[in-house]
């Protein structure tokens, strides 16, 4: 070889390995999950000028998500801090006439407390001393009080009195009685006994007064009459509520007398009530519980003279998440999700849905499930969480007319750095039913499509939930890694209507893994996707499928079953929700008809597992607890199957709720997908 020549290869060479490196350099890493930034529960003023949110960034020394109060016009500008430090923020909420900023806030030496600013002075007092934590904020209409939401303790069980202890003995701590249902939840532990009633506060301070009483639970959104005169929630006082977990009526209590109207009366839930800026109207949302594992939310109109009611939505096939007047006692705003996008629309009082925007979204960072919320002004214009395929949410703005506009860039910063994978829509038929099934593929950055690669099938959880083009930091971990990533939305999916949804009722798993295995299928025939290296994943009902799939295929090299349900029958009567599993997901009690719950468990199937599986879940998991894991585990290694099981300490059902923790998640499960992955030819 010539020097000229060698010298040109060498140049080329290192001309590569530069470029290879700088590359790399803008690969997702995952210690950026620290710098991503998530824009929630935005209020935009009642004038509608300006928007007031929780801007969520990650504090990578207490490895928590940090909420602070952010202020921005309605034309974007003047953007700033409201209410920062390391203190965490939440609630915030106007005052009728704008001129303040109710709020809740958690300090370091005190519980989470109600606290008011003025918007002028930015002075801001301290109108609280609460036993517990506020919720449901929500101002009067003259803007003299405060409603809002709190547990009220009730006195622990007890069956026997315990002798005193001398002075200075060390005596085991006491025994616990536990005579409720549900007696844990997940995400909060062991319930302390008590119910959630409601408290109005004067707005300039002093004693909360407690308006509803009895041993039932009142919940948010609170709904002020607009004279005032009255509080408009939602409650389960039924009897015997385990029988009926999902019931509940709107009540209305009289703020002077507290006493209480019920203001509805059917078979299944009545929640969110709103007042219509002239209050002869009340929307709100609910169902006609049919025991169905899904059921679409339609939107009610109740006349406040005379207590008739009607369905505005109609026969509208999908589920109406949220209802807002938009501004006037015409027309509402509602959001619901329709093939895996969010959407705010119009609905006028006659039934016609006018969509407005369809890219709510981006609060879930984790995984890419449709999400989101929003608020509205007097003169109907209205603040959101704008979400996109490539960013966490934003603040988005939009008017009556349909106009949106986006307010913030809150990760430009970091992902004006990174390159990340492209996303791109696929569908494909089911094999039983006449059915589209939709799902999105994630490329590696610097995708070529003559290599073949590496794919991981992403299942949701829920199952009756949707994933859509929103960002997540998991997959495009994934796709950083190497991975072609598909995520779909099979049957049992919402976002795609009442019949598609309850395919899997009394019935999951079934049919949802065939369409599944249809979409790895549609995904191979593109000819970038080595069919020797597939590798599945999946948390939750997302676990239960994986763990099924590996139990129906030898087709995956590794897979990862993330806090699953294995056996229905141990599942169903350790959850927190248990009255609800029972009833709603099966025809019968386990005891009645065990063979039902088997059936349909995974475990059934571990005779069948030739699959490398790794297991991962919290330790407190309440809704689908770690004993469902080692079940599992323990099967596996009892056949000999090359597996583990993951642990993660103080950890609930969501797993990845802290950074760390979102970061062990993907690094566990790439980490063992690495064992068996091949490089990319």
Do not use: C
């Not at 005579?179 to 997940?186: E, G, K, M, S, V």
């Not at 009340?282 to 899904?294: C, Q, T």
């Not at 890419?368 to 979400?387: E, I, K, L, M, Q």
């Not at 806090?563 to 009567?573: A, E, R, Y």
């Amino acid at each position: 070889m010539g020097k000229r020549l060698a010298a040109i290869i060498a140049l080329a060479l290192s001309t590569s390995v530069a470029w290879a490196a700088e590359a790399d350099k803008r690969l997702l890493r995952n210690v950026d999950i620290f710098e991503m930034e998530i824009a929630a529960d935005p209020q935009v003023s009642p004038d509608g000028k300006q928007v007031a949110y929780l801007r969520r960034s990650m504090d990578i020394m207490r490895d928590r998500a940090l909420s602070n109060v952010w202020l921005v016009s309605a034309d974007g500008n003047s953007h700033r801090p409201l209410l920062s430090g390391t203190d965490s923020y939440s609630s915030p909420r106007w005052s009728p006439s704008g001129d303040r900023l109710a709020f809740v806030a958690t300090a370091a030496e005190r519980g989470a407390e109600l606290h008011v600013r003025w918007m002028d002075s930015g002075q801001t007092a301290l109108l609280t001393n609460l036993q517990k934590s506020p919720g449901s904020v929500s101002w009067s209409p003259d803007g003299r009080q405060i409603a809002f939401s709190m547990l009220v303790a009730a006195p622990p069980a007890k069956i026997a009195e315990a002798p005193t202890k001398p002075e200075g003995a060390e005596w085991a701590p006491p025994v616990k009685v536990i005579d409720q249902l549900p007696f844990r939840a997940d995400g909060a532990g062991y319930l302390e006994p008590g119910f959630t009633h409601i408290f109005v506060v004067p707005a300039e301070g002093g004693t909360p007064r407690q308006l509803t009483s009895g041993d039932y639970d009142h919940d948010g959104p609170l709904a002020w009459a607009p004279d005032g005169s009255s509080i408009v929630f939602s409650a389960n006082r039924i009897e015997n509520r385990i029988e009926q977990p999902a019931e509940s009526e709107l009540w209305s209590a009289d703020v002077a007398s507290g006493e209480l109207r019920q203001l509805t009366d059917r078979v299944g839930p009545d929640t969110s009530p709103i007042f219509s800026p002239d209050g002869k109207l009340i929307a709100y949302r609910g169902y006609d519980d049919k025991k169905m594992g899904y059921h679409n939310g339609s939107v009610y109109v109740l006349n406040a003279a005379d207590g008739t009611i009607r369905n505005v939505s109609g026969d509208f096939d999908r589920s109406i998440d949220q209802v807002r007047w938009a501004g006037s006692s015409n027309q509402l705003y509602i959001q619901y999700d329709d093939r895996g996008r969010s959407v705010i629309a119009s609905l006028s009082l006659s039934g016609k849905i006018k969509a407005l925007t369809d890219d709510v979204g981006g609060e879930d960072i984790g995984r890419p499930y449709t999400s989101g919320g929003f608020s509205v002004a007097r003169d109907g214009s209205f603040a959101y969480t704008a979400g996109r395929v490539d960013r966490p949410a934003d603040v988005g703005y939009g008017r009556r007319s349909g106009k949106v506009t986006r307010l913030t860039q809150l990760n430009e910063d970091l992902f004006g750095q990174r390159d990340l994978g492209a996303v791109e829509e696929i569908t494909w038929p089911a094999k039983t039913g006449n059915y589209e099934v939709q799902g999105w593929l994630v490329k590696p950055p610097g995708f070529d499509a003559a290599k073949k690669y590496p794919l991981i099938l992403e299942i949701h959880g829920g199952p009756f939930a949707a994933y859509g083009p929103q960002f997540s930091a998991e997959i495009q971990l994934y796709a950083a890694a190497g991975y072609v990533v598909l995520y779909t939305n099979p049957r049992g999916s919402t976002s795609y209507g009442y019949d598609f949804a309850n395919e899997i009722h009394h019935n999951y798993p079934s049919q949802d893994y065939d369409d599944l295995m249809g979409g790895v299928d549609a995904v191979i025939a593109k000819g970038y996707v080595d069919a020797d290296q597939l590798f599945v994943t999946g948390g939750s009902g997302g676990g239960v499928l994986t763990a099924w799939i590996v139990g129906k295929t030898d087709r995956f090299k590794a897979a990862v079953v993330a806090k699953p349900v294995i056996n229905w029958g141990s599942f169903v009567l350790t959850a927190d929700v248990s009255p609800f599993f029972t009833r709603y997901w099966f025809a019968s009690m386990p005891w009645e008809d065990p063979e039902a719950y088997w059936k349909r468990s995974p475990l059934s199937l571990v005779g069948n597992v030739t699959t490398p599986t790794m297991l991962l879940t919290g330790e407190q998991d309440f809704r689908t607890p770690i004993a469902e894991s080692e079940q599992y585990y323990q099967a596996l290694k009892l056949r000999g199957i090359d597996s583990a099981l993951v642990r993660i300490p103080e950890a609930s059902h969501g797993i990845a709720a802290r950074p760390s923790q979102l970061i062990a998640k993907v690094d566990n499960i790439l980490g063992w997908f690495a064992r068996y992955r091949d490089d990319v030819r």
